[in-house]
C-alpha cells in the first residue's frame, strides 16, 4: 500500500490523466473507464482522476498507479463531491485522493471546506485535492488541510473569465503564493504545448481530460477544422 508522501511524490512532476464520461454517451460505463485509464497507465500517466462511486472501484482494480477520485452530483453550484458523505463514499470506493470542490462557496451540507478536509483526514486515510475557481480559494483550502490544490475551476465558479486555453495567470499566481500544497494545473489543456506551458508557469502535476479521453469532442475538433472557412 503506498503511504501519503508517497503518493505525493508520485504525482510531483507527472501527467494525471482524467477519464470521465457524460451521462449517455457510449462509453458511460465503468468497466469502459477502467480500461480507458489502464490505457492512460500504460501511456505513461502517473495518476489517473474518475468520477463516480463504480467507476472508481472497477479502476482500482485495473491500475496500481494513485486514483483521484470525485462524485459529481448536482447540476449547479458546488457540484464535485459537494458533502462530506460524497467524499466519505470515494474514500471507501479506493481512491488515494478524493477531489472535491475547494471553492468558498456554501457547501449542501452546511459544513466548511476545513471540516470536511479535518474529517476526511481523520476517518480515512485519503488524501485532499482542492478543486479551487481562483486565488483566493487556493489560499483557503490550503489553510483549510488541502494536501492539492488544482486551478480545475478557473473560469467556471464565477470569479475568473474562462480562458481560451488553461488560466496560466492563476497557475502563476497560485505558484507565486507559495501556499504549501502541491500545485496540480487543470482544465483546457488540449495539447503537449498547454502542458508545457502549465508546468513552465509553475504547476507540479498536470491534469489532462478531454484532449486524452474524450472522443466525440476530440473529434469534433477534427471535423470542424476540416470545414471550409
Same mark, same amino acid.
Given at each position: 500500500?503506498?503511504? /501519503?508522501q508517497?503518493?505525493i ?8 490523466v482524467s @477519464? ?6 457510449p ?5 469502459t473507464?477502467a =480500461?480507458?485509464a ?5 501511456g505513461? +500517466? @502517473?495518476? *489517473? ?7 472508481? =472501484?472497477a479502476?482500482?482494480?485495473?491500475v496500481e498507479?494513485?486514483?483521484?477520485g470525485l462524485w /459529481? ?5 458546488? *457540484?464535485?463531491?459537494?458533502t ?8 471507501s470506493?479506493?481512491?488515494? *485522493?478524493v477531489?472535491l470542490?475547494?471553492t468558498r462557496?456554501p457547501?449542501?451540507?452546511g459544513?466548511?471546506?476545513? =471540516? ?5 483526514? /481523520? ?6 485535492? +482542492? ?20 486551478t480545475t475551476?478557473?473560469?467556471?465558479s464565477?470569479?475568473?473569465l ?6 496560466l ?6 505558484r507565486? !503564493? ?16 498547454? @502542458? @508545457? !506551458?502549465?508546468?513552465?508557469a509553475g ?6 481530460g478531454?484532449a ?9 475538433w477534427?471535423?470542424?477544422a476540416?470545414?471550409?472557412d
Amino acid at each position: 500500500m503506498l503511504t /501519503k508522501q508517497e503518493i505525493i511524490d508520485s504525482l510531483r512532476g507527472g501527467l494525471i490523466v482524467s @477519464a470521465q464520461a457524460y451521462p449517455g454517451e457510449p462509453m458511460r460505463d465503468p468497466r469502459t473507464m477502467a =480500461q480507458v485509464a489502464a490505457s492512460a497507465v500504460r501511456g505513461g +500517466a @502517473a495518476a *489517473v482522476r474518475i468520477q463516480g462511486i463504480s467507476d472508481i =472501484q472497477a479502476t482500482r482494480s485495473a491500475v496500481e498507479t494513485p486514483i483521484i477520485g470525485l462524485w /459529481k452530483d448536482g447540476s449547479s453550484g458546488v *457540484v464535485i463531491t459537494p458533502t462530506f458523505q460524497h467524499a466519505h463514499a470515494v474514500a471507501s470506493a479506493g481512491a488515494h *485522493v478524493v477531489a472535491l470542490d475547494g471553492t468558498r462557496r456554501p457547501r449542501p451540507d452546511g459544513l466548511s471546506l476545513a =471540516q470536511t478536509v479535518a474529517r476526511l483526514h /481523520k476517518e480515512t486515510n485519503a488524501l485532499v485535492m +482542492a478543486d479551487c475557481g481562483s486565488l483566493e480559494d487556493a489560499r483557503a483550502a490550503a489553510a483549510a488541510g488541502a494536501d492539492f490544490i488544482g486551478t480545475t475551476l478557473a473560469g467556471y465558479s464565477g470569479e475568473r473569465l474562462p480562458t481560451t486555453g488553461p488560466d496560466l495567470e492563476l497557475v502563476r499566481e497560485i505558484r507565486e !503564493a507559495a501556499l504549501g500544497p502541491m500545485l496540480v494545473a487543470e482544465g483546457r489543456i488540449h495539447s503537449p504545448a498547454d @502542458a @508545457a !506551458a502549465t508546468m513552465a508557469a509553475g504547476a507540479e502535476a498536470v491534469v489532462v481530460g478531454t484532449a486524452i479521453t474524450h472522443p466525440s469532442t476530440i473529434t469534433s475538433w477534427f471535423v470542424d477544422a476540416c470545414q471550409p472557412d
